[in-house]
C-alpha cells in the first residue's frame, strides 16, 4: 500500500523565512500529488497539484512543489513566509490509477512568528 | 450544492450507542472518501467508494464502523457501540473520478462520552 512521509512534524519561523517542507512516496508507480492546506478551524484545502507534465507546478503567494521522480518526492518551497501562513500542511498522492485512493502523510503543523 | 456538505457538524453522543455521520458530495463526482482525523494528526484512511461501490476499506478499524453509498451520491458512515476513542473529526471528500483532486467537507466533530 502506498504511504507519505512528511519529514517536519514541526517548524516555526519569523516573517520573511524560507521554508521547504518535505514529502516522500513509497510507490513508484504513476502518481497524482497534492499539497493541502488546513487553516486554523478551516477545512482542508488544496494548495498544490501534480498530475503530468512540467514538475515545477506553481500556485500562489509564490508557493511552489518539485516532483522529483527519482526520489519519489514532491517538496514544497514557500519563499518568504507569512504569519497568515500559519497552518497545518499535508502532502496526499493518488496511486494505482486510483484504484489505492489518496493517500495522506500525518502533516507539518507550521508557525510563523510575527 | 457548491461544495461536500456534511452533517451534523457536531454530535456528542454517549459510549455504546449508535451513530450516523452523512456526507453530501460534489454533484457529479464518482469518489467519495471518508477519513478520521484526530488533533495534531493527518487524516487517517477509512474507506473509499467509486459510484455504490466501497473501492477500499481496508481503513474501516474494526466491525462497529461501516459505511454505505447506495446511489452513488450521499453516503452514511454508521458507528456502532461507540467508544470513547471513536472520538475525532471525520472527513469527507469527493473527487470527480478518484484520479483528481478531492474537496472536503467541513467535517463532523463526534464526541463519545
Known amino acids: 500500500a502506498q504511504s507519505v512521509s512528511q519529514h517536519n512534524h514541526h517548524v516555526i519561523l519569523s516573517e520573511a523565512a524560507s521554508l521547504e517542507l518535505g514529502c516522500n512516496y513509497s510507490?513508484?508507480?504513476?502518481?497524482?500529488l497534492f499539497w493541502y492546506v488546513q487553516y486554523p478551524g478551516q477545512h482542508l484545502q488544496l494548495l498544490l497539484k501534480?498530475?503530468?507534465?512540467?514538475?515545477l507546478v506553481k500556485g500562489i503567494k509564490g508557493f511552489e512543489a518539485e516532483f522529483i521522480k527519482s526520489k519519489l518526492s514532491f517538496n514544497l518551497r514557500i519563499p518568504s513566509v507569512q504569519w497568515s501562513d500559519t497552518a497545518e500542511y499535508f502532502c496526499?498522492?493518488?496511486?494505482?490509477?486510483?484504484?489505492?485512493?489518496?493517500?495522506f502523510g500525518k502533516g507539518t503543523h507550521l508557525i510563523i512568528q510575527p | 450544492g457548491a461544495g461536500v456538505s456534511q452533517t451534523p457538524s457536531n454530535k456528542v453522543t454517549e459510549k455504546g450507542k449508535y451513530v450516523e455521520l452523512r456526507c453530501d458530495p460534489i454533484?457529479?463526482?464518482?469518489?467519495l472518501y471518508w477519513y478520521r482525523q484526530s488533533l495534531g494528526q493527518g487524516p487517517e484512511f477509512l474507506i473509499y467508494?467509486?459510484?455504490?461501490?466501497?473501492?477500499?476499506d481496508s481503513g474501516l478499524p474494526n466491525d462497529r464502523f461501516f459505511a454505505v453509498r447506495p446511489e452513488g451520491s450521499v453516503s452514511t458512515l454508521k458507528i456502532q457501540r461507540t467508544e470513547r476513542g471513536d472520538s475525532a473529526v471525520y472527513l469527507c471528500?469527493?473527487?470527480?473520478?478518484?484520479?483528481?483532486?478531492?474537496?472536503f467537507g467541513q467535517g463532523t466533530r463526534l464526541t463519545v462520552v
Open positions: 496526499a498522492v493518488i496511486s494505482g490509477g486510483g484504484a489505492d485512493g489518496l493517500t
Open positions: 471528500a469527493s473527487s470527480l473520478n478518484g484520479i483528481t483532486e478531492a474537496f
Open positions: 510507490y513508484g508507480g504513476t502518481v497524482n
Open positions: 501534480y498530475f503530468s507534465g512540467d514538475p
Open positions: 454533484s457529479g463526482h464518482t469518489a
Open positions: 467508494f467509486q459510484g455504490t461501490g466501497a473501492a477500499d
